[in-house]
């Protein structure tokens, strides 16, 4: 049996206490598929909501949530049905169905076949004599096949409809929406988090390739001749890694460590916008947990990008498990888009410049895989402690806020804990109770969950309002009065102390 | 012309400024879609986050995130495949097709068609002669249509699956996770808010029968031999209107004026976790703003019910264009699902007793339409006020808390203003920031957007740092100084403070 994997731990836990699972278990299954429980609905909403502070909220971006399923002249004109294919190989002998460029990279051990086009994956199919992962039947030709989920809508004679496998079409659909309340001022930027759906061929790697899953996008609208970010400054300074198109081409293997000022002034990075989000993003995904050393910016080959791109850098990090993985892209999609939709509906979408001129707006994509980021954040934060696992969850993150414990089940501490328990649920967090089993268990199961505090009540509760607060990552106690315990905690939560700053320290005997 | 309804004016109103509007517009549209501008989906997050308030956080119940797409066998087992059916009319003329009962409805006045049940629907199809409503051709025999959206998943030979159109299903797939999660004790609850899908065959009234829409379901599994809900205190002495099966079944037009209570103990509600549901329910409903006489509670008949169903109670509202609309439904699906699930996987669901009897566990429903409930709040906090529009909306749904403005845009104010604007930003809010036109349209124009406050910088604030700040529901003021603005508003929005206590009364002169 092979090692166990820093993927599998994690999953290990995540099924047992309920961050995730594969779907539909008790039918057998369907790969590509995955349940959130509890704790990895709360968490996943969390991260959303980081990604609005961070792109959304403090730039006064819109907002906007359009339907999954869209009818068919929507991705005629985008592309999608003429573009959104990957090769599929089938098995003349078992009849399943496999992704070309990933049967050759299981059989070669090269990486990224599907940035060599479709020709070099057909010619490398043949040449290293592929067969059937499965069965070991024969291949045979590959064929393109449309990755997305088509459907019917209406009764009897009804419009075909795909669900969409991102959510940028909404923002050019919606475009003049926002243009409008924008003012018909640029630059200004329409956000989206919404479910997607790929029709994958065959989904690998539990929660990397999922058949469902959700998208953070964000569409810039502005001016190609006014291409300035005016909040570019902000990021000027910030050091990233950047893997250049052309160092990919020449297979450079060290990252290039530069700033996002330097990457935008060398054009290296084609426009403000793109650095600006690019700075932006490794904040945000520092915040998540996941240290700089563990990201960096790859650049789409020609082949690989997709074919409304005229530069999209990955932002990738580092998994134990699988090395570098792709969370983010962000895309300069240029006026493709608006071109297209307007050719395809007849409806104008130029804007007019103070000096009479007509042009269409250019487009900058941030956008995220939000089940990704989900594993990368607990990817970042598991460690192996003294034969305990802990999740160093960021505050903002942590499904749970708080755990409550009464030291013992008896002489009244588990209804002082109750009435403890009631006042944080009043104070609006969220809170754990648990009285099974001795406190150190109880203390390592929070750990497991990542609940950043844990408060144990006592005899000093019952008779005196002194409490007890745990810290997950140092193991740490301080102590404090009841008085003082949602106040301090309030101010916890929203970064206006630290854990030392919440009472006086204990020395345990 | 029609006069306008209530429905046309927050129509207009809502797709003007970016509260919903009409999908895929630029291509003609598509009836029974909705696009969410950026008011609109903060609006509905809002909704969502105090839906957790009422029926998650609190109880401590657990929460889940399952796929849309299932495979058949899913459905197979639920009973979907049998039984989510309505009769569909087809024109032998024009080719449309329509809901047969819709379109009795529609030829005779006569309501909820449905619920008399398929043979009814045929016989007064023909009885009353009924044509095609487009274009007048005859109609063909009615046949059963299946309003599940079908797809199939994987490449050649995959697995044909269905969007779900409710979230139930995945708290029954997942129960075992729940009781594990739950250390195998009952009652306890899964929760989940996510996207559903219904083919419907043609959907009328805009935004209340959509193909795409938002369910906030709550699956609540408790042994029936122990039916007690350990909360019933909390709502036995609320009053509700209720309108039984019986009253139903004799056309009794007025409401039963009861308790939840009296409900229970009486028989006409089946169990007390219902009656809890039901008034933690008006409780929620009332918090969005529509008060408790414009809510009621209606018994589904016998033939209306689904098909897993023993008894279901819509929570009813009434809107000024349509009347008494279902925003939600109480169901109490017995052990319906998971003895389907148990027989079609062959996983045990029982529960073992501790005097060693094995049962299967009743389960009781809450479910919510989020986007009805979207529109309850407009209709219920709309007003038409001197010519104004204003949304009353309470301030823990406002998609923006507070706004800018300068009084004028020179002498240094709006950098006044931008500064303001920044701290605020800094504080977590969610800022509007406006210097376009006079002061008193930009007043209308929050008004409009159901913005609760306004912060006007004037002389006063660049010389002295004094503010004024206007409330949207009374149009009175208040001043008080830079210093305190952060930290008032932040206890305004946490209910610690009203608005005549942010400053002191100003008197307009």
Known sequence: MPPRTKYDIISEIAKRRGFF??????????????????????????????????????QGFLELDDPIVNPERVFEASGHLQSFKEYSSECSQCGRSFRADHLVEDKTGMENVEAMG???VKRLLLEHKV?????????KEPTLFLTMFKTEIGATGGEVGYARPETAQAMFLNYRWGFQHAREKLPFALAQ?????????????????????????????????????????EVRDTPIKLHTEKM??????????TTVGEAVERGL????????????????????????EKQRFRAHLPDERAHYSAQTYDHEVFFETWGWIEVSGCAYRTDYDLRSHMEASGVDMTVLREDGSRYLPHVVEPSYGLDRLFLSVLEA???????????????????????????????????KAREVYDLLLDEGLWVVYDEAGSIGRRYARVDEIGVPLAVAVDYDTRDGDVLTIRDRDSWEQ???????????????????REFRELGSPVVRG
């Not at 429980?37 to 909501?49: F, M, P, S, V, Y």
């Not at 990919?248 to 460590?257: A, F, M, Q």
């Not at 008085?483 to 206006?496: H, K, M």
């Open 248 to 257: 990919e081409t020449e297979d450079v293997k060290e990252p290039l460590e």
């Open 269 to 292: 990075i084609l426009t403000e916008w793109q650095g600006y989000f690019m700075g932006v993003s490794q904040r945000f995904i520092t915040a998540l947990g996941m240290p700089p």
């Open 381 to 415: 934060t598991y460690e192996r402690r003294k034969r305990r696992n802990v999740f160093h969850l960021p505050r903002e993150l942590a499904p749970y806020q708080v755990a409550v414990f009464p030291l013992v089940t008896k002489d009244g501490l588990p209804e």
């Open 193 to 233: 988090c919404s479910k997607v759906m790929r029709n994958e061929i065959s989904p690998r790697r539990g929660m990397v390739r999922l058949r469902e899953f959700t998208i953070m996008e964000l569409e810039l609208f502005f001016d190609p001749q006014e291409p300035g970010c005016p909040w570019f400054d």
């Open 21 to 58: 699972w594969p779907s539909f278990e008790i039918y057998g299954g369907m790969s590509g598929y995955v349940t959130y429980g509890d704790l990895g609905t709360k968490l996943k909403r969390n991260i959303e909501a980081l990604w609005k502070e961070h792109f959304v909220r403090k």
């Open 478 to 496: 301080v102590s404090l009065s009841l008085g003082d315990l949602a106040g301090r905690l309030g101010e916890y939560y929203r970064g206006e």
């Open 118 to 120: 479709g020709d070099a």
């Open 131 to 139: 067969r059937c992962p499965v069965c070991g039947g024969e291949l």
